[in-house]
């Protein structure tokens, strides 16, 4: 994966240094995010008028407390406020921003997605086994490699974390409350992946919820490494070694078959394949997340 910085002599965050093939996609996924802001709105305020009207004059805990670090209106103040107001606006308005939070919950898990590639290349093109005089494969292990693996394994379960959040987004577009007497409660708070076929909205096969071998990967891998450890016993890099220079460098991805890792009794972790991670992976990604732009854009016209 070949990772370019851009010209120039100013200064940017290390992540926004680096560019993709495909990483433009990223505009696009941010531009429907966006799109899901005002489609939602009018969705619980149907008239625009009456709601920016109204929202001139809301007090600024009505959108922040219990989202936002900068607000530091605790839980039982915030419920007595609650409790006093008797306005259906002023629901319509809390609500407004519990689901105006949950898609921005997404939209910090699809920007981390991105960091979290981006970092794992930097590490991993950064690793090195120490100066090497005989030609062969060698692999690396230890602490040199944690932080690569550490960012491997937060990328997968990143990627994972968006399943979830984009099925409570879809969920919560498909339930709107048809009553505001009082502060209602998110349906699509208990929705998780795992719960996709409840939803109305997932018959397109081309949407992160698909029948595909990638997301059934992304899904497995994902498990594997919350409940059961890391990629592997002792993680490591493997290196290729020519007259004395790394020409090579890879890891090693567990053995699938159509997204399913294969497992005999106690063991799921074979490497019979040689497929190498480092060089799948971006393909895995790319796929999500045009799935994941494809599962938005769907929703924009629900």
Sequence with gaps: MNLHPPSGNFRLPEDDLFHFPGDEIFYTLDSECVSLYDNLRRKIFPDSDEYYCFFQSMPIWMTSAGHDSDFSLGQSEFEKLVNGLGEENHFRLLFLADCNALISYMQNRIIGSKAKFIQFYIKFCDCEPLTMKEDGVFCLSGGSTIVVFSLLNDLIITLYSILDLVTKVVCQFEQIPKSFNGYPRQKALKMLYGDRKRLKKTSSNDTLFGDAPTLKLVENLR???????????????????????????????????????????????FFSKGVKINQRLPSICMEFWSRLLNTIQELQIS
């Design 223 to 269: 498990h594997e490494l919350i409940h059961n450890g890391s990629w592997e016993a002792i993680p490591k890099l493997f290196f290729r070694v020519e007259k004395g220079e790394v020409k090579e460098k890879w890891i090693l991805m567990q053995d699938e078959i159509d997204g399913r890792l294969v497992a005999y009794k106690n063991r799921r972790r």
